[in-house]
């Protein structure tokens, strides 16, 4: 019987073989190159267009978006890129994009709110304006409808439930809440009779919530909405003031006058631009950056800033290479400026042959906030069920980056000075992490597709979908660090061959000792059920990591073998192995003709397919904490379990997967929303 390694003695072996094998990006990528990116990418060059985005409303489909999107046509054409061009798809309301309805164009005339006051005559006169939709249109909820009224004002508190409003005379006022307005529409306006709504939401819960009574939050009514209504959004410090007449006694009044509409023969915008690869065949294949160009004004983190991250890369690439100061990759690099989610969605649904050539997704959304924004940075590798060497390959970045600004912060030496003249010195800090959801690089992870790719994000942001997501708040340091970590990860793959094989798999040997320690802490704390699937899985992922690399190259059989025996070496001396535990049982296939996950952005699939039984499913309702202590919800496990779906794995797999990878479940959840899905067809079973 082979004796189990302890935790502390991985630790102790990550020590000896790093000591030989020390983890650098400088074994991947030439340092000459590298030094040629850190020198041409400015971080104040994307600071100016981001000066530019963020005096835009850019709500998907409007007329805000359209000049946000041929603003960065523009600048493209300036750059010299010939094939930019703008891509369109229907904004009528009916068009479905793989899971995606397509959501018709909101556009705005007018929007204002007063709050009135007696004058001295006894006639009600305006006093102070709380919403202005041509000074600060997020003000306005999104997805407002015309209407106007001069009422009174009741507050409802959460307004979610009928004991909210009991004893309430809503008919023809105003209503106060706390919660978004699309919660409350249809029971406050559709039920009761409300003029309109005023919501004070409070933003994303942060350590930083509820804590700055300034903020305006971003507010949604619905896209497809059952009772047409309007909403403004007030601050927390408003609210509470408003709320304190009202106990006083005083009567409140308002005057308010929307004039927005919905229109169905509008059109989405997507911009697209490439660099051509040299290879005849590989050229075909892509290395494709997004981001998100949608969002309220000012949204300059969320997400001016990826937007014009990506566009520093996209120049800063083709300088670089016209100048000859680095070599055209074989694979072409292409850059698009999408609507959040939905656009991707059209994208890859509508042009299918341009989703196959897809190899890999450099995401950006968020990846510019100061030491004000409280922010982390965060390098996401994608998601548990799609194991690949590309997320260690941008980790190894994001490493390269922390090493060289700490260096330099610290006063120290460095050939790679990664900072901005007109940036921050700090060091980057940035955290490398696994799945994170909430933007556009989990479409392309999803099932459907299977593309994998990194995620660059700041997580937390203490102003993020608020009036004070400035500008003024954006560092161009950090500007210039996430456009590094994107090119020079994207620069690899596209240019990646045989060659370069040995030392990614001599980067994943290294890794996977680092991720064994990690094995070993988790089953240190796990219950005997979790423990008995964490080492399979894990081991399984590990092996998929080295196979994703002939997805690039074809890497000698003999190293590649003797990869995998290391892998199983490892696996071995920690206790386990890499087969699957589970054996039998239920199995599912994806419907090919239904593409993308189950929530997209204004819509969702499983709603609309499965009705209000969708919200009914265990696990929608299903909440845990991670191996780390960190909330998780079903929304998560969802995203995975529908991904795992492959025509081979049973529920009893997928069921382990999702123990080893995420939290503990039950199965029963498990295999009641995959029996749903088979119910709108999403999945079907395997005989």
């Not at 000012?298 to 991250?309: E, F, K, R, T, Y």
Request: with cysteine; glycine share 8%.
């Amino acid at each position: 019987m082979q004796k189990r390694l302890t935790g502390f003695a991985i630790a102790a072996a990550v020590v000896c073989f790093t000591q030989n094998a020390t983890a650098e990006l400088r074994e991947l990528i030439d340092e000459a190159d590298l030094a040629a990116l850190a020198g041409e990418i400015s971080g104040e060059a994307a600071k100016r267009n981001l000066d530019s985005l963020s005096t835009f409303h850019r709500t998907r489909a409007s007329s805000q978006f359209r000049a946000a999107a041929e603003h960065i046509h523009g600048k493209l054409k300036d750059y010299g890129f010939t094939d930019a061009r703008i891509l369109e798809f229907p904004a009528d309301g009916r068009t479905l994009f793989g899971t995606q309805k397509s959501r018709p164009t909101w556009d705005v005339n007018f929007a204002e709110l007063w709050q009135l006051r007696r004058d001295e005559n006894g006639e009600w006169v305006r006093e102070r304006k709380l919403g202005d939709w041509a000074a600060a249109p997020l003000t306005l909820a999104q997805d407002s409808l015309s209407g106007a009224a001069i009422a009174g004002l009741v507050d409802i508190g959460a307004g979610t439930s009928a004991s909210d409003f009991d004893g309430k005379d809503i008919s023809g006022k105003f209503v106060l809440t706390s919660s978004q307005p699309g919660a409350v529409a249809d029971r406050a306006v559709g039920e009761h009779g409300a003029a309109g709504i005023l919501s004070y939401a409070p933003n994303q819960r942060t350590a930083w919530w509820k804590q700055d009574e300034r903020l305006v939050r971003w507010g949604h009514l619905s896209s497809f909405p059952e009772t047409p209504a309007f909403a403004f959004m007030i601050s927390l410090g408003e609210a509470r003031r408003l709320q304190q007449q009202l106990a006083s006694g005083e009567t409140l009044r308002f005057d308010a006058r929307v004039d927005a509409f919905h229109d169905r023969k509008g059109r989405h915008s997507v911009v697209s631009a490439s660099i051509p690869g040299t290879d005849k065949s590989l050229r075909k294949q892509e290395i494709v950056f997004t981001c998100h160009l949608d969002h309220p004004r000012p949204g300059a983190n969320d997400n001016a800033s990826g937007c014009v991250a990506i566009l520093e890369v996209a120049r800063a690439a083709k300088k670089l290479i016209d100048e000859g100061r680095i070599v055209r990759p074989k694979r072409t690099l292409r850059f698009l400026w999408p609507a959040e989610i939905e656009g991707t969605l059209m994208y890859l649904s509508a042009r299918p042959k341009d989703a196959a050539r897809i190899k890999a997704n450099i995401h950006m959304d968020m990846v510019g906030g100061n030491p004000e924004t409280k922010a982390v940075f965060r390098i996401s590798g994608g998601p548990e069920s799609l194991p690949h060497f590309i997320s260690d390959l941008g980790h190894e970045a994001g490493r390269f980056v922390n090493t060289q600004s700490e260096i330099h912060a610290s006063g120290g030496d460095t050939a790679f000075d990664l900072t901005a003249p007109e940036g921050g010195r700090e060091a980057l800090l940035a955290m490398m992490e696994g799945i994170s959801l909430g933007s556009d690089h989990q479409v392309f992870n999803e099932g459907s597709w299977r593309i994998p790719g990194i995620y660059l994000h700041d997580w937390p942001d203490r102003y993020i979908h608020t009036n004070y997501d400035l500008p003024a708040n954006i560092d161009p340091t950090k500007l210039k660090r996430s456009a590094f970590i994107g090119l020079a990860t994207a620069l690899f793959l596209a240019d990646m061959d045989a060659d370069d094989a040995p030392a990614v798999l001599a980067m994943l040997r290294r890794n996977a000792l680092s991720r064994a320690h990690d094995l070993e802490e988790r089953r240190a704390h796990a219950d005997t059920q979790t423990a008995a699937v964490l080492g399979p899985v894990h081991w399984m992922r590990e092996h998929a990591k080295i196979d994703s690399i002939a997805e690039f190259a074809a890497p000698d059989e003999g190293a590649t073998a003797g990869a995998h025996e290391f892998i199983d070496q490892l696996a071995a001396i920690t206790g386990g192995d890499g087969q699957n535990p589970v054996k039998g049982g239920v199995v599912y296939a994806r419907n090919p003709a239904i593409k993308g996950p189950m929530r997209a952005f204004g819509y969702a699939y499983l709603d609309d397919k499965l009705g209000e039984r969708a919200g009914d499913l265990s696990l929608a309702k299903f909440s845990t904490e991670d191996f780390n202590g960190r909330s998780i919800g079903g929304s998560m496990f969802a995203y995975e379990a529908l991904n795992l779906v492959d025509g081979a794995r049973s529920v009893d797999d997928i069921h382990a997967w999702l123990t080893a990878t995420l939290a503990p479940i039950p199965r029963e959840a498990v295999a009641e929303y995959l029996a749903a899905l088979a119910e709108i067809d999403v999945v079907r079973l395997v005989d």
